[in-house]
């Protein structure tokens, strides 16, 4: 018998994590990496004091009941739409994200992601492979400018800035925004951003990257009406959560216009990808790897980590998305 806490790792993440968190708990990890359907993690939870979880498993208030012995859900992603944090805080739970070390990768990606799409990279790529390359030509895969064009940016966070500033300082792009809230004026000056409401937003933006949390409010912020009002040539990058994007009226503006391209990381109802979607040439698609670096893998995973192990020790969690917990709980 041991009176170590119990935890689940649901999936695999480095050995070298979990060798860490077996120095604190009894560990139940994932080495094959199985996707565990509702039930079975359910299931798997029984008697677990803490969970290391990733977007792909949905922590809500029917699987707490079924565990209310489980102080702690980790998620090793800064998103935390797979949790349901009211229903956590209700029951003393501590949810926990990963923010910060994810930022500047994933605005690199967004950023390459938007270049991608602008300059036809995967598309022309796949050109050359299948070997229809014969002749130069002047209109060959002709895309559109990131340099000195005008950088669009729904929802202007961390990653959102850091996006906004690889723009601004290394393309000098004139950077517009929509936030549910305005940045200071001297952060404004330094990404040489200009706060605009969303319908200027579609307007005047050439290059609209999404990185905003998903929620009931953003599903679908950009439906067949936002995309049919945006600039005809845009392209509109998406790195933040699939279900912002209404991916049916993507594939059709792909089609119809007026946007001349996209790039996609996230899917409604990833990993599957819509068919249309599948079907257009002028969207480069790739496969939820935003934050995908080994360093910032790895930094996630330490900081999903970090939280369990306070957590469960009684500290405070360096990210704890509900510290309500903490004042809630007896002295
Ligand atoms: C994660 C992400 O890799 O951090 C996020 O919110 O979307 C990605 O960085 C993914 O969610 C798996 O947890």
């Known amino acids: 018998m041991t009176d170590r806490p119990s935890i689940l790792i ?9 060798a860490r968190l077996r120095g604190h708990f009894e560990v139940e990890d994932n080495p094959g990496d199985q996707i565990h359907g509702r039930a079975e993690l359910i299931a798997r939870l029984h008697g677990k004091r803490g969970v290391i979880a990733t977007g792909s498993e949905r922590i809500d208030a029917e699987l707490l009941d ?27 739970v501590m949810a926990t994200n990963t923010p910060d070390v994810l930022t500047e990768t994933t605005a690199d990606f967004g950023f390459a992601l938007m270049m991608a799409a ?27 400018d ?17 996006i906004a500033r690889r723009g601004a300082l290394g393309f000098g792009m004139p950077v517009i925004y929509h936030n549910r809230s305005r940045l200071p004026a001297e952060t404004e000056a330094a990404l040489n951003a200009r706060y605009v409401d969303k319908a200027t937003l579609l307007r005047e933006a050439d290059h609209l990257v999404l990185v905003l949390p998903y929620s009931a409010e953003s599903h679908h912020a950009i439906g067949a009406a936002e995309l049919a009002q945006m600039k005809p040539g845009a392209t509109l990058t998406n790195v933040a959560r699939g279900g912002i994007v209404d991916d ?11 946007i001349a391209a996209a790039g996609l990381d996230v899917f ?27 360093r910032t893998r790895r930094a996630m995973a330490d900081l999903a980590a970090d939280n369990l192990i306070a957590a469960l020790s009684g500290a405070r969690p360096p990210s704890l998305i509900n510290p309500e917990v903490l004042a809630a709980r007896p002295a």
Do not use: K
């Open 66 to 92: 079924a565990n209310p012995q489980l102080r702690a859900v980790c998620n090793m992603a800064v998103g935390y739409n797979n949790i349901d944090v009211p229903a956590c805080t209700a029951r003393g």
């Open 10 to 18: 649901a999936r695999a993440i480095f050995p070298e994590v979990v």
């Open 118 to 144: 602008a300059r036809r990279i995967t598309e022309s790529e796949r050109f050359l492979r299948r070997g229809e390359w014969q002749r130069w030509a002047y209109d060959m895969f002709m895309g559109c």
């Open 248 to 258: 049916a009226a993507l594939a059709a503006a792909l089609r119809d216009g007026p």
């Open 146 to 162: 990131v340099h000195g064009a005008t950088l669009g940016i729904l929802g202007m966070g961390r990653i959102g800035q850091a």
């Open 268 to 294: 409604e109802g990833e990993p599957q990808v819509h068919p249309a979607l599948l079907e257009r040439p002028n969207v480069v698609l790739t496969p939820h790897i935003g934050s995908g670096s080994l």
